[in-house]
């Protein structure tokens, strides 16, 4: 496949929406499989929309999810924005120019008009329109003035913006997911090019764009569908080539209503500082709608940008399962390497993480953790003192007695542990279980006052996992405190 030029083009909203993410690893699939170039271009032509620090907000979070751009604003070390000589920035406000001059071409075509109605009689026609159920479309009402009258009205500096006139007949397109898509252009709205503030409207600004900057391919939501064919009239008009649309399914709730706020996070911000891993996040966002093979979930970024397949992206919106995120961010978690993943875990833990004793527990707690902020909770049973009921250390088929002697006996067994049998939970419950067998005890007489002693708690991990993590001497340390609680 020749090369693709894709591009991500959104608009500055201050949060990178799941779904900005979605399409942007799509995007970068395509320009990274056939050695292309994946583009930025902020669109921020709705002046009234904006947001401070947008720009750099999306451009931080691509980078901690190392995603990289190709061309358009870059991210300095200082976190300002900065240019990229002629390969950007590619912001729609600083080229404004250039679309005044497309604008004045389909004016010049009769392929758009002036109109000055006012913003009351606007609503007057659309009201009425609601009224007697009609799809609500401007009425055209200005296309028959005369150039006359054009002048005079403009020359008075009476405020108007600029309409496509669409044409009669039907708008058709192949769409690289859902196939052939036509639209009855009688159904499509004479759309605003350019509004009274001279700025361009969304629409002609990224057919411009998309044209001038060699795209190749527009990925973007299916909630832009029924733009497209205003846009693909509007490529025809101009004389330019339209690239290959793919609208890529919607992203669903788990009861299959369009993602929003109220069901979850919808910022890609929210899911880092929660301590999901980026790889589990590509892996997930990367893989909805589309499994390059179908047999599995795990894809690493290397993986999918190898296998990416627009003929595999699926048509139907695709749920965002929060529970296969938490697996997948689980199985990511488990992979890391101890001292990377105490790296990542620094900025979610308070606790002093270059401890010996910390680090077994990291490795022991970090199977029952999603993310990782979960871990400082975790962890806390580790480094603090805790208090219970001298009643807990006594097994429900023994009495206080038993559970002393028992303690006694096992505070001796744990002192003539060598240090090397701490190697690992294997093997400290391999001992712990020879005890008790070749002593003939009970499972449950050794091992419930032991994990109790170890955690105060009548729940908890095992106690040999416990005893693995706080050590010999430390383990020593909290059976003698409870042989002393039981009086
Ligand atoms: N500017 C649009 C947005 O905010 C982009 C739509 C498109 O990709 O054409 O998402």
Known sequence: ????????????????????????????????????QFIIRIEDTDQARLVEGALENLLKTLKSL?????????????????????????????????????????????DAYHCFCSKERLDVMREQQRATKQTPKYDRHCLSLSKDEINKR??????????????????????????????????????????????????????????LMNITHIFRGEEWLSSTPKQILLFKMLGLEAPTFAHLPLLLNPDKTKLSKRQGDVAVEDYLKKGYLPEALLNFIG?????????????????????????????????????????????????LEIDELIERARPF????????MINRALIIQRARINHLDQLQQ??????????????????????????????????????????????????????????????????GSVLWPLRVALSGQEKSSSPFELLWVFGKEKGIEKIETAIGMLG
């Open 154 to 211: 403009l020359e008075a500096g009476e405020p108007h913006v600029i309409r496509m006139k669409i044409p009669e007949g039907i708008t058709e397109f192949e769409d690289a997911v859902r196939g052939s898509v036509k639209f009855n252009n009688s159904d499509v709205d004479d759309q605003v090019i350019l509004k009274s503030d001279g700025f361009p409207t969304y629409h002609l600004a990224v057919v411009v764009d998309d044209a």
């Open 66 to 110: 190392g995603i990289e751009h190709d061309e358009g604003p870059i991210l300095q070390a200082d976190g300002s924005v900065a240019e990229q000589g002629d390969r950007g920035p590619y912001v729609q406000s600083k080229r404004l120019d250039i679309y005044k001059k497309y604008v004045d071409q389909l004016v010049e075509q009769g």
């Open 287 to 335: 893989t909805l709608g589309f499994n390059p093979t179908g047999d599995r979930e795990i894809y690493s970024l290397q993986e999918l940008i190898e296998m990416f397949n627009l003929g595999k992206v699926k048509k139907s919106g695709a749920v965002m399962n929060l529970e296969k995120l938490d697996w997948m961010n689980n199985h990511y978690i488990m992979q």
């Open 378 to 443: 975790s962890l806390e049973a580790y480094v603090t003192e805790f208090a219970y009921n001298p009643e807990l250390l006594v097994w429900k088929k023994s009495d206080k007695q038993d559970a002393k002697i028992q303690l006694e006996n096992l505070k001796q067994f744990v002192l003539q542990l060598e240090d090397a049998l701490f190697v690992n939970v294997e093997s400290v419950e391999r001992e712990v279980r020879a005890y008790i067998t070749s002593n003939n005890l009970d499972n």
């Open 1 to 36: 496949m020749k090369p693709a030029r894709t591009r991500l083009a959104p608009s500055p909203t201050g949060y990178m929406h799941i779904g900005t993410l979605h399409t942007a690893l799509f995007d970068y699939f395509l320009a990274r499989q056939t050695g292309g």
């Open 349 to 356: 833990v308070s606790i002093n993480l270059d401890d010996a």
